[in-house]
């Protein structure tokens, strides 16, 4: 029994250490989203790298889809960062949130 007990203190900790991170793209992620693999790929590139350099990263989940549309062109202005990569990253972030919601 005290064994049970102590497997059981281990999972609970375990499960609140877990780090909130941005998911990262897989082809079964492409699949659900209808977008490329490749854009995924390239979307959460962009994001690692500029989306928090500023401030944290803040995640997917945690902004609503209406306010990612009004987000990210701002931010991808502030990050400087070319429209293809933008469109990659508004791609990238839309499907995340799908995934995580
Ligand atoms: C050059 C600095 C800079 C970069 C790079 C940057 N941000 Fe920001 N971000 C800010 C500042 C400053 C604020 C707070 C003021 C504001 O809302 O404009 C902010 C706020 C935000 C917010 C909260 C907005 C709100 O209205 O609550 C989100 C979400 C966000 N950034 C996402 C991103 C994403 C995604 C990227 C990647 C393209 C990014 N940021 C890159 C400076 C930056």
């Not at 390239?42 to 990263?57: D, N, P, S």
């Not at 889809?65 to 990659?88: F, L, Q, R």
Request: with cysteine.
């Amino acid at each position: 029994m005290k064994r049970l007990w102590f497997g059981l203190g281990i999972l609970t900790l375990a499960s609140c250490a877990t780090p909130r991170t941005a998911p990262i793209p897989d082809t079964a992620m492409a699949t659900r989203s209808g977008v490329t693999y490749e854009t995924l790929q390239k979307g959460h590139a962009v994001y690692l790298a500029q989306c928090g350099r500023c401030h944290e990263h803040i995640l997917p989940q945690d902004v609503s889809k209406a306010d990612w549309h009004v987000v990210v062109p701002g931010m991808s202005w502030n990050a400087g960062i070319s429209a293809a990569d933008e469109d990659a990253l508004t791609a990238y972030i839309l499907a995340a949130k799908r995934e995580t919601r």
